[in-house]
């Protein structure tokens, strides 16, 4: 069993940053991969970015190439997404997730955190 607690959203301008933060409880965090998401109103939940267990391996999505980076620190239980650059259109609820593989799809995730609003003015 692995509980996930998300911090760091907020209110920030356009072309400021976030950083934000997942920690993991439970002995078995660094076995997983992990995985950011994130859910506007009126809209599917979709990936933002993925992490393999030992953080070699990334994938993000399109619009936030170049901006984002995710990371984490098996030592601490803790996978962080940087967002950099930030744009009114990635205003939305971020979520951290856990499954077993470095997958794009939400139902393969088994673990999931309550969220984040982050909410970018123009």
């Known amino acids: 069993q692995v509980q996930l607690v998300e911090s760091g959203g907020g209110l920030v301008q356009a072309g400021g940053s976030l950083r934000l933060s997942c920690v993991a409880s439970?002995?078995?965090?660094?076995?997983?991969?992990m995985g950011w998401f994130r859910q506007a109103p009126g809209k599917e939940r979709e990936i933002v970015a993925a992490?393999?267990?030992?953080?070699?391996?990334?994938y993000y999505t399109d619009s936030v190439k170049g901006r984002f980076t995710i990371s984490r620190d098996n030592a601490k239980d803790t996978v962080y997404l940087q967002m950099n650059s930030l744009k009114p259109e990635d205003t939305a609820v971020y979520y951290c997730a856990a499954g077993p593989n470095m997958v794009l799809s939400a139902l393969l995730y088994t673990y999931w955190g309550q969220g984040t609003q982050v909410t970018i003015s123009s």
């Open positions: 992490i393999n267990w030992a953080g070699g391996s990334q």
């Open positions: 439970g002995r078995t965090f660094r076995t997983y991969a």
